[in-house]
């Protein structure tokens, strides 16, 4: 069954480095999104993604995160200048033509700033 | 603003009960997903609704739109249905989430 993969699996880094997260979608998928759920809170939505460009995103998601869809597979989060709040577990999803479709969830990168 | 909230955040079951887990919204929505996260982290799609009952095996989901609120259920519940449970709204393709409701089931 196609599935969603991320890598790395886990992801320690120094604050104020930068960071690329990377998610591979199912490959007939057109809707990508970005997710993170800080230790013990509830997941909180950063951005979609469809047709190349942004097609959401929330507060949280400002200059100092980007995505890109550098190839035809490959969905990447870039998170500029870490900082310590940055730690959390971060699913990249993917869904079918609409965006308000079943998501499909990738198994998380979990990140931890130090 | 775009509340999401869940009942209850606790729930404690013998296995072959019936399990009832509340979501209510504050604003409108296009779609009301239920996830189940496993205690390792991962997270899986169980329903998206924007209308009426959805059912899978054991589990059957409804929502109200008129009240704002969405109900998942689980039939005979066993041990492996242990996790939490996430409601989330979405509009447009703006997402959000509940706190989840952690389901221990014992045997």
């Known amino acids: 069954e196609p599935e969603v993969t991320q890598t790395p699996s886990h992801q320690v880094t120094q604050m104020g480095q930068e960071v690329i997260l990377r998610c591979v979608p199912i490959?007939?998928?057109?809707?990508f999104y970005w997710y993170r759920q800080i230790l013990g809170q509830k997941v909180e939505f950063l951005v979609s993604?469809?047709?190349?460009?942004?097609?959401?995103k929330s507060e949280i998601f400002d200059d100092q995160f980007s995505v890109e869809r550098p190839d035809g597979s490959n969905f990447t989060l870039k998170i500029r200048s870490t900082k310590l709040e940055d730690s959390a577990m971060y699913f990249c999803a993917s869904s079918e033509a609409l965006g308000q479709e079943t998501q499909y969830f990738g198994p998380g990168t979990r990140l931890l700033v130090l | 603003k775009n509340e999401v909230e869940q009942s209850p955040q606790n729930l404690t079951a013998q296995e072959g009960e019936f399990i009832t887990i509340n979501c209510s919204y504050s604003?409108?929505?296009?779609?009301l997903h239920w996830l189940q996260q496993h205690p390792g982290g991962g997270i899986v799609s169980l329903f998206m609704l924007s209308s009426g009952k959805k059912k899978h095996g054991r589990l059957i989901a409804t929502i109200n739109i008129q009240e704002k609120h969405s109900s998942l259920h689980i039939t005979a519940s066993h041990p492996r249905d242990s996790a939490v449970y996430i409601c989330a709204k979405g509009t447009g393709n703006q997402f959000y989430f509940g706190t989840g409701t952690s389901l221990t089931v014992i045997p």
């Open positions: 993604f469809y047709n190349n460009e942004i097609s959401e």
């Open positions: 490959s007939n998928h057109l809707y």
């Open positions: 604003v409108g929505i296009s779609a």
